[in-house]
């Protein structure tokens, strides 16, 4: 078995391996012994118990137990390849599971959600307050007629109504399809359409970096087109101007001003339909991914509990918006199934103030934080000293989720926000597996900045090629699952086919990620972007993750954004987006000196062809680079499909740089 390239050697292609094994991390960083002392999980024996299938079952018959159920389930999973079923027979109710359960058990009083406001107000909501809205909604949405086994569409900002809305949904047994607020009408339209929503709630407007957006008017355009739904409850958030449906639209607050603050919960057996989300699809139509009701509510209060190592008094703020799978995870459901008291906050964490989260979670004395590398490299870029006034010691734990955190960025987020003593996990998962997959236990697994480390007990994941052999250890190649999970999409909405087509078919037996992964020496995983974002320089399949990450680690560096371009002699050549931090300024000797440093750390094969410094980068609205657009820019190809791209103007700064070819 080859280890390929201990940093500086040209390597040749390792045996068996897909995509390069280029970077090499050395820093190692066990748990923290006062962390440790305290963790939920301290016993690593945990992860080789739950590899086998009675130990799997026997962890998850454990975690299913937790929760509070109807009528009980008789066997745990079955596996009718490629569609799961979990906790068979059980019926239960989640909306009981996040709330009645905990204001049974006296803790009615405790705050579920603090809310924090863009503009400022607060408030607090207690499991108490929050299980009376939610029922006088459940109620409000059975006297329009929503019924059982419906779909609910939800366009909404970041208000306590919006979990609210989740939770009622669930209460009755209608599924929810929680549109992103920051969506056109067109994107809200199309997902209506497909799941044939009867109702949509909607407020007049939100909260974004000062402006109202016009939610209401997004809203009525899509109803224009969607047929379907027949009734529109509206929360008045901002208090603007909106035209009125007379009898298809309904104020919130009047709707549910008289209604009892008790309602029946639906029992739904354990694989009904909790919730769909639609992931987009860079060009083919968003997927709505379906999402039930037992396994998701299990595997998702279980990864809260123990990756997040979740106590009672613990403040835990997921900075991510609910309307993505990682707020529907773990802003509502784990979180409220677990009774934890968390922090939502409406608007965008730099504004007004750049520290605008550090006042939050100091104010609150957050415990935990959850966020994205786009927003740590954000706040690098900022610097430490941004944040130097605010009392950030009540944390203990970070995490990170949503693409390849870069070692640096890793490095700096441990350092300065969580002060050298909190355990950063890094959580690899998606919209489609529900739950986190891969991930460190912060109270027994070492470190290493940039790895995601292993699978969570009894998930099983591997590492292969294009014939779906596995990749030795060092090597790099596709991720696959291979054993269902209770989490686990149960199909996507009306196209079981795509389903079978996209996950199942390319390894048949075995779940297709789509993402690159390689495994180093001691077999930690290391995830490497999406597959169709990786490169092919002279044959050598190069991660683009990698070249990035070699970038960042430079100190003129910010962010980095790395995309093949073709090339008549190699095929490919690796062309670079660079945002430099502050205090940096563009000039061709940094040009050469960032080509020279990524040669350096990674090796020669993935010297850049040509840097571009940038002052932005196109994001999706979660955040996410669009390497697509940043290829077809490289190409000097026009532009496909830029519907989810999240501030357009981005892409026309780009294209006024100049970038010089080197060689
Ligand atoms: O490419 C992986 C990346 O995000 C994809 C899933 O995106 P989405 O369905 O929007 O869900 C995001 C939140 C779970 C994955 O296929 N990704 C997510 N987390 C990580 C990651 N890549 C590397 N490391 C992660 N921790």
Redesign the pocket.
Known sequence: MTTQNAGKAEPAPAEGATIENLLREERTFPPPAGFASRALITDPAILEQASTEEGFRAFWDAEGKRLEWMEPYGELYTWDLPYAKWFIGGKLNVSVNCLDRHVDAGHGDRVAYHWEAEPGETRAITYRELLEETCRLANALRSLGVRKGDRVAIYMPMIPELPVAMLACARIGAAHSVVFGGFSSEALAGRIDDAQCVALITADGGYRKGAAVNLKANADEALRRSPSVKHSVVVRRTGQEVEWSEGRDHWYHELIADQPATAAPEPMDSEDLLYLLY?SGTTAKPKG?MHTTGGYLAGVAATHRYIFDIHDEDVYWCM?DIG???GH?YIVYGPLANGTTGIIYEGAIDYPDKDRWAQIAAKYHATILYT??TAIRALMKYGADAFARDDLSSLRLLG??????NPEAWAWYWKYIGGERCPVV????????GM?M??PLPGITTLKPGS?TFPFPGVKADVVDESGTPVPLGGGGYLVLERPWPAMLRGIYGDPERYQETYWSRYPGRYF???GCKRDDEGYYW????VDDVMNVSGHRIST?EVESALVSHPAVAEAAVVGRTDPVTGQAIFCYVILRSGNEPSDALSAELREHVAGAIGKLARPKQIMFTPDLPKTR?G?IMRRLLRDIAEQRSLGDVTTLADESVVEAIRGQSGKDED
Not at 527 to 530: F, I, K, Q, S
């Open positions: 992931t991914i991510a993505w799978v990682t995870s994205a590398p990170s989720v949503g693409e390849p955190i890094d959580t690899w998962w998606q919209t489609e597996t986190i891969i991930t995601a990620a789509g993402d995830l490497l972007g999406r993750t979660s996410k």
